[in-house]
């Protein structure tokens, strides 16, 4: 399908609080013929203000724009410097032009510059998160949960950008 709406703030009833809404045309003529970028089954999804990061099953990372236009790749499947294996999850801090991709096979979060995509650095996280997300440009939150969470038996870590646990919940 094809992103061609992207709704900031609709009130929505069913969920009872404001929320984004992304309308995703689907032709019944294509549906087994993709001619946009995204290869199959979304897996992560992340929404700001200006931007839209969407990841697939390929672990191929795309960015759009509020209206829903291709913009850019970011990063790239390998195992060369800031190239990651399996994608995780996914996030961004649109305001300081970042997206974090969290790799928990190589144990790194690979950070990319939103505007031209280019690698940033990586930083060495040691969990077995399944979630991710940017508390600020160098802490990050971590969530593991049951049984992911073994050996650490913490369910939320938070890590500094040198890898160090700062702080950890139950």
């Known amino acids: ?9 609709i009130t929505n009833a069913f969920v009872g609080q404001n929320c984004n809404q992304i309308s995703i045309f689907m032709s019944p003529l294509n549906v087994h013929v993709n001619r946009i970028p995204i290869s199959g089954r ?3 999804l992340k929404v700001s203000n200006n931007y839209l990061l969407i990841s697939d099953i390929k ?14 790749y970011i990063g790239k499947n390998g195992g060369g410097p800031g190239e990651f294996n399996k994608i995780t ?5 649109a305001d300081r032009n970042t997206v974090g991709i969290w790799d928990s096979s190589r144990g790194r979060l690979y950070k990319y510059e939103i505007n031209t995509g280019n690698f940033i650095d990586d930083v060495i996280i040691q969990t077995y998160s399944v ?7 160098n802490t990050y939150m971590f969530y593991a949960p049951e049984p992911f969470n073994y050996p650490e038996t913490y369910k939320l870590l938070i890590y500094n950008n040198q ?3 700062i702080n950890k919940q139950l």
Do not use: Y
Request: charged share 30%; proline share 0%.
């Open 131 to 137: 979630k991710m997300s940017f508390l600020n440009e």
């Open 163 to 165: 890898g160090r646990i």
């Open 89 to 93: 999850d996914i996030d961004l801090i």
């Open 42 to 44: 979304i897996e992560h």
């Open 59 to 72: 672990n191929k990372v795309f960015l759009f724009d509020t209206l829903g236009k291709f913009q850019r």
């Open 1 to 9: 399908g094809k992103v061609i709406v992207i709704k900031q703030n």
